[in-house]
């Protein structure tokens, strides 16, 4: 038998063996965690394939390689420099894939419950063990080189790999601790970088030193790579944070119906005019507000925990119609690893079918970001395809004013006597103004010129001054005002609930632009309240000169950092109309029904 039959039957033992042994391994661990469930049955197979596996280890050590085979040094060498190189790398990466799950484990940790943790775990075990599998079964046969034949370098190797090891280790180590107590102060996703900064010193590892242990010295064109991984990586990688990614589609597929209201929705062609008609005394509106879908792989988890907590508050409050007050999606590939803003409104609008819960939405900055893989113009076609023609539950009209804004509409709510009980105007509050970075846009004139003709030709159709309710992602200056005054303690505001924690950009972040629409809604005396999102630590609810400014709870476990392990602030509003056009507006916060 010659070297090349013996090695190629090694190595088949050794994928078998490693095989067995992390079966063995899942079976074991499983038995473990679903002990009380009776898990304890699943001690049976792993005892099986330990036993089969001890058998085979035992049976392949009873037989030697012949001391009569003399292989050709070169193919010995050459094999080995093959497997420790693969082994060293390897190494690398289970270190990587390891410390990704923890950071992702250290953010969830803090609001999560066991069972969500370990459903989160179980989730990623089988990438793991893909990795662990590579890397055990390249050392075994490196060992098997090393038993039979004894190549020059193996102490070297096993150096290398002692070394590779702990340095691994300390960084993952303080990686993990930078990032547990740092997360909050960087704007971007820091494990993005973490990440990043291992695999380039990877990279680089492997273009110095990966020839340390080996026979060969491999020669690379190093100016020639990385010029082709550069291009590589930049053409490809924007093709892959573009792409449609639909990860939480399995639990979306499963959400129950929850919406039992017997509301009559009809839409006017003409005018893009959805007409609620309740049949019951009073109406539940749910605000929701900045929901952040990522839509890719590293905003998975998030995203998940996103819309389960929708669902909770959902089925909690048992809305007639749900209002998204902006940045429903967040295409921003640092913090997502996506650019694609067109998969999470899709799959949020499969999620709001599934409920069967009438729902609106104004849109936020982060919705049509520029370098976003979707147009505004194109997102807006995306959503007219979702309306309400098809689903039945989104109320997005198929035609729009000729304003400034890519979705500014009115929405009747009426009594069972066809009477107005609220005209609800969902306002573009736009994006940003192209002068600066984070320059927030603002609600504009030929938009607040429309809102004041729709009141007027309500207040004639009937006959008196007709009550409103307008929602926008983007806080008006009065909003800053307001707050102003409040910790003043002047007699000005009335305050009702919440609070305003936001820090990181201003305690309330508005346009530097001043709008009409404020003076405007207050000569027209319609609107009893403004509603917005956008500060997501922000939640209060004041009144000032005559109109309640409220603050929606938020819902992102993704765009602020630190906000996945934050509770307080997370959560809706639910404003309960009134047969007679009056309001209650309540906080629901999420921790409060989980509790």
């Not at 971007?188 to 010193?201: D, E, K």
């Not at 992602?473 to 409040?486: D, F, M, N, S």
């Not at 305003?500 to 709008?515: A, H, I, K, Q, T």
Request: hydrophobic share 40%.
């Amino acid at each position: 038998m010659d070297f090349y039959t013996a090695f190629k039957k090694a190595r088949r033992r050794i994928y078998c063996t490693v095989i067995l042994s992390i079966l063995a391994c899942v079976y074991l661990l499983n038995a473990f965690l679903y002990a009380g469930q009776g898990g304890i049955i699943l001690f049976l197979p792993a005892l099986c394939l330990g036993t089969v596996d001890f058998l085979l280890i035992k049976k392949y050590r009873a037989h030697a390689i012949s001391s009569s085979i003399r292989p050709n040094p070169e193919d010995v060498q050459a094999a080995f420099d093959k497997y420790a190189r693969r082994t060293v790398n390897w190494l690398l990466i289970v270190f990587l894939r390891v410390f990704a799950m923890a950071l992702t484990f250290i953010t969830l940790s803090v609001n999560s419950k066991a069972d969500e943790l370990l459903e989160f775990f179980l989730g990623n075990l089988f990438t793991l063990e893909i990795v662990i599998f590579f890397f055990a079964k390249n050392l075994l046969i490196v060992a098997w080189l090393n038993k039979n034949y004894t190549p020059e370098y193996y102490g070297k190797f096993m150096k290398t790999i002692r070394r590779v090891f702990i340095i691994s280790l300390i960084y993952w180590i303080l990686a993990s601790l930078l990032y547990y107590l740092f997360e909050k102060i960087f704007v971007l996703n820091i494990s993005f970088f973490v990440i990043g900064l291992f695999l380039l010193a990877v990279i680089v590892y492997n273009f110095t030193k990966i020839n340390a242990f080996t026979y060969s010295k491999k020669r690379h064109h190093r100016v020639v790579i990385a010029a082709i991984l550069l291009i590589t990586i930049t053409a490809s990688g924007y093709a892959y944070l573009a792409r449609d990614i639909w990860l939480t589609q399995p639990y979306i597929n499963a959400v129950p119906h929850l919406y039992d209201g017997k509301s009559e929705i009809t839409y006017a062609e003409d005018s893009g005019i959805f007409t609620i008609t309740k049949q019951t005394d009073d109406f539940k509106i749910l605000q929701l507000t900045d929901i952040h879908l990522g839509g890719g792989v590293l905003s998975y988890e998030k995203d998940l925990k996103a819309l389960k907590a929708v669902y909770k508050l959902l089925e909690y409050t048992k809305p007639d119609l749900v209002l998204v007050t902006g940045d429903l999606v967040y295409p921003v590939g640092i913090s997502s690893f996506s650019f694609n803003n067109t998969a999470p409104v899709q799959q949020f609008a499969a999620f709001m079918r599934n409920t069967g819960i009438p729902w609106a939405f104004t849109y936020g900055n982060h919705d049509t970001e520029s370098y976003a893989a979707t147009s505004a113009d194109d997102l807006s076609t995306l959503y007219k395809s979702l309306s309400w023609h098809t689903s039945r539950t989104l109320l997005y009209p198929y035609v729009q004013p000729a304003i400034t804004g890519r979705n500014n509409q009115l929405i009747e709510l009426r009594n069972q006597d066809g009477s107005l009980n609220q005209a609800l105007f969902l306002i573009d509050s736009n994006a940003y103004t192209g002068k600066g970075l984070n320059k927030y846009d603002y609600i504009h004139d030929d938009q607040v010129t429309w809102y004041k003709e729709h009141v007027l030709r309500l207040n004639k159709e009937e006959n008196r001054t007709v009550s409103s309710l307008v929602f926008f992602h983007i806080p008006l200056q009065q909003y800053k005002t307001a707050y102003e005054l409040y910790e003043q303690g002047s007699d000005e505001v009335q305050y009702y609930f919440g609070a305003n924690d936001e820090n990181s950009v201003g305690e309330v972040c508005c346009s530097e632009y001043p709008s009409a629409m404020f003076d405007t809604a207050k000569e027209l005396g319609s609107t009893q309240g403004f509603f917005c999102g956008h500060d997501h630590y922000n939640n209060m609810s004041l009144s000032y000169q005559g109109i309640r400014l409220t603050y929606g709870m938020s819902i992102d476990y993704l765009a602020m950092p630190g906000i996945a392990r934050d509770t307080k602030q997370r959560g809706a509003t639910l404003i309960t109309v009134h047969d007679d056009s009056k309001v209650d507006i309540r906080q629901v916060p999420l921790s409060e029904i989980e509790t």
